[in-house]
């Protein structure tokens, strides 16, 4: 009954599962470094060459040198999120909503030159790095001059490239509550705009080979572009079956501007459903209706400010009732594909990876008992042997005392008899 009430509240929080089955993962192989550690010193005690040899004694220091890599790799591991679209369709505010929080710089004016990376630090205080110097950390505050487009002219800091990372960490408790999502090992990319004519194959084998998800933040009051479009294209090209959110953000200046609302939403709807299943060909008739959304950023991420008490004054248009529950919407179904995909792609290796070395250890014991064994045998034929040599000597032997003793029985009757015979004669 517990069980099936734990799976009940890991399906209700899907992102648990993730690090549930980091937890698992952690079990599995912290069992599995004991066990070689206790295989290595059963073969350290066993010096002899024929029973132990140096094939054995090597495969299983690569099997623990392999564990040690592999458990470290996946305490790294996360579930990784990557936003695209146009400049100010609103990635930043939707990214930003989705943390409760202003963690990434938005609004006109602004605009976002690089990679941005956002993930959770256990620090008080966040921190800025820069990916190619993992050891030097910047200021936060550095954030809205790194990252923006026009502050490349700045000699203080580095001249970012369009396909550069920026490292955001952010913490993640912060005195306003705690952040559901980094606490989960989500990591979130702000893309550069997607109309800033990138290298988008570059952009994608830097940054985009790992993502499980895979959000465009489109503007309602516009259609998709060619340059948004093609950016999808090359991705579902490179790898197989993307997993794609549509966010049709400032759902909210939309329906405040138009009557015949229902029937653009209508037009929109058909319009990504046709490139989501026939163009990108990512998902079918069912699936679609998951993953496109009709949202106000804006509106979500004021009224979490808000309720947190960092703005007294919130932003609401009509109707922002139902685009809230909107966005709730895709969140849940965000959550459980992040959670799924992540679990799958990046677990089921290590998994794979486990199953393999029990494998190999399995054989490699099998190889030192078929030598012990053997050893056994060779050692009980010599054994046998010196043991019938040994009774043929005792046979040989006793026949030889036992004519000594017939012999000397004789020589003594006879001196008997001779020394009889003298004295009476
Ligand atoms: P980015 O360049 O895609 O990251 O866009 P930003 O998040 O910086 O947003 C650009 C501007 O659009 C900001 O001033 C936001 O406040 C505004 N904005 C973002 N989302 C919405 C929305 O849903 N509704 C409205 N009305 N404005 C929005």
Known sequence: HSLKNARKALDNEPLLRFREAKKVLGDVYGELKDNVAELEA?????????IVASEQRQEVEAIRDSIKTIMDTFQRDNMKVVFFGRTSNGKSTTINAMLHEKVLPQGMGHTTCCFLQVQGCDEEKGY???????????????????GDALSNENEDLPAMGQDSLLKIFHPKQTETGENRLLQNDVVILDSPG?????????????????????VLVSNAESTLTQAEKNFFLRVSKKLSKPNVFILNNRWDASAADMDNIESVKKQHLTRFRQFLVDELEVCNEREVNDRIFFVSAREVLEARLKARGIITRNYQADGHGTRALEFQNFERHFEQCISKSAIH???EA?????????????TNLNTVLTSAAEQRTNLQNTLNENTRLFNECRVNFSTFEKAYREQTERLRAEVHLKVSADFFE
């Not at 800025?128 to 790194?146: A, G, H, P, T, V």
């Open 42 to 50: 059963v073969y350290g005690e066993i010096k002899d060459e024929k």
């Open 128 to 146: 800025l790095q820069l990916d190619d110097n993992e050891d030097k950390k910047l200021e936060m505050e550095m954030l809205s001059k790194i």
């Open 194 to 214: 997607v109309d800033l004519s990138p290298e988008f194959d570059g952009w994608i084998d830097k940054h985009c080979l790992d993502a499980d998800v895979f």
């Open 345 to 347: 792609t990046k677990f």
């Open 350 to 362: 290590h998994n794979r990876r486990a199953h393999e070395m029990i494998g190999k250890m399995r």
